[in-house]
C-alpha cells in the first residue's frame, strides 16, 4: 500500500543544518520527490531522487534514500530564514500520480 | 514560477453550487494532474489527464469531474457543493526526460464553501 510519513515539525537555527524524514512503504516506488510550500504559495520542486540511487546532491540540498528502510531525507545546509516552508517529500509508484506526505513545518529562527 | 497557470486564485461560493476551476499546462506537456490539499485530508490525488483522455483516477468525488481540452489546458468541475470541500486545488503538469517524469505545480486556486 501507500502511505508516506513526516514528522509535523522541525525548528533550526540561522545557519545550521536542517534534516526533514520522510519514511514511505510502497516498495515499487520509482522516484522519491521533495517540494516545498511557502505561505500562501504553491509547491515548489526542490529535488527528486531515482530509486536506485542513495544520494544526490544540489547546491544546499543532499537527499540521502535508504531503500531498505524506505527512508528518505532531505539535508538543508546553512539554513537560512527563507527555508522556513512546508516540506512535503512524495513517492511515485504504479502510474504517475503522486503519494504525499503529510508536510514538515520548517522554521528557521535568526 | 513554474509554468503552470491557474485561475481563479480565489473563489468564494456557496453550498449547493457548482464551480469550475481551469488551468493551462507549462508549454509541451500533455499530461495535467488534479490535486486538493485540505486540512484533514492532506494533499490528494484526484485526477490525471494525457493528451486529452483520462489517464488515471484517484480520489476524486462523483460530484467532481475533469476534462482536457484539444489545445491542453484542462478544467475540474466541481458541484453540488458542500463545506467540506473548501480546500486548495492544485494542478500540475509533467514533462518525461531522461531521468523520468517530473510534476510541475500551478500556484492553486483556494476553494472557500460557505
Known amino acids: 500500500g501507500e502511505d508516506v510519513e513526516q514528522s509535523l515539525f522541525l525548528s533550526v537555527r540561522e545557519g545550521d543544518s536542517s534534516v526533514i524524514n520522510c519514511t514511505y512503504t510502497d516498495s515499487s516506488s520509482t522516484y522519491l520527490y521533495w517540494y516545498k510550500q511557502e505561505p500562501g504559495a504553491g509547491l515548489q520542486l526542490l529535488t527528486y531522487?531515482?530509486?536506485?540511487?542513495d544520494m544526490k546532491q544540489d547546491q544546499r540540498l543532499t537527499v540521502l534514500l535508504n531503500k531498505k528502510d524506505k527512508h528518505l531525507s532531505l539535508r538543508i545546509a546553512d539554513t537560512q530564514t527563507g527555508d522556513s516552508a512546508i516540506y512535503f517529500c512524495a513517492e511515485k509508484a504504479a502510474g504517475n500520480k503522486l503519494t504525499f506526505g503529510g508536510g514538515t513545518r520548517v522554521l528557521v529562527k535568526p | 514560477d513554474s509554468g503552470v497557470t491557474q485561475t481563479p486564485k480565489h473563489l468564494i461560493t456557496a453550498t449547493g453550487q457548482r464551480v469550475t476551476l481551469r488551468c493551462s499546462p507549462r508549454s509541451g506537456d500533455l499530461s495535467v494532474y488534479w490535486y486538493q490539499q485540505s486540512l484533514d485530508q492532506g494533499l490528494q490525488f484526484l485526477i490525471q489527464y494525457y493528451n486529452g483522455e483520462e489517464r488515471a483516477k484517484g480520489n476524486i468525488l462523483e460530484r467532481f469531474s475533469a476534462q482536457q481540452f484539444p489545445d491542453l489546458h484542462s478544467e475540474l468541475n466541481l458541484s453540488s457543493l458542500e463545506l467540506g470541500d473548501s480546500a486548495l486545488y492544485f494542478c500540475a503538469s509533467s514533462v518525461v526526460s531522461g531521468m523520468g517524469e517530473t510534476q510541475y505545480f500551478g500556484p492553486g486556486t483556494r476553494l472557500l464553501v460557505l
Open positions: 531522487i531515482f530509486s536506485n540511487m
